[in-house]
């Protein structure tokens, strides 16, 4: 049985924490968008698509640097939020803003082309019959979706997991506060016997992305299932 010490299981437990809250607060922007970019035409739509993509291409710590500058202290975000009490920069919710932007593109792409399967003519059948295009959009969208949904989330918390450049770029390396597992193998393997410590959270981190594999599968399968009437 791994040996974790109360440090790694702050790092672990952090980890877990920013992966979720980022997944979670990216979804439903990333819906929106995906939707935009799925079912309408405007200028600029592929300007649009290329912004959502751009931290994919760009070196990681370019994209904790854009952060700093925009949601520091003393960015033009950071300042105004810091005016009514909230902090990104080197604070856990830094690592989980980060971990989202990071993984924001991976949402949207999966998502998109869920919403780009569904077939429209059951959208505009169910618009005839009456219902609103919100309405439409969540009994009739969102379901056909609900696979390409669940995968997009979950590649958006694996990439939120394994996340680093960006992270350590905008909230450093702080024990306690922003160590996430990423970090503190990073930290073990610059200090003279850490090899162990850092086999251990590579260990863990594998394990926690392999089960949300399994668990992406298991959904998507249950929802596909439900969705045919299965």
Known sequence: MLDISPTEWTAILLSLRVAIIATLVATPFGIALAWLLARRDFWGKSVVDALIHLPLVLPPVVTGYLLLIAFGRRGA???FLADIGI???FRWTGAALACGVMGFPLLVRAIRLSIEAVDARLEDAS???GASPFRVFLTVTLPLALPGIIAGMVLCFAKALGEFG???TFVSNIPG???TISAAIYTYLQVPG???AAARMVVVAIVISL???VASEWLARRAGTRL???
Do not use: M, R
């Open 77 to 79: 975000i950071g300042a």
């Open 87 to 89: 902090v990104f920069s």
């Open 127 to 129: 618009c005839t019959l």
């Open 166 to 168: 960006a992270t350590i």
């Open 177 to 179: 506060e922003t160590q």
């Open 194 to 196: 850490g090899d162990a």
């Open 211 to 213: 089960a949300a594999l």
């Open 228 to 230: 045919h009437g299965g």
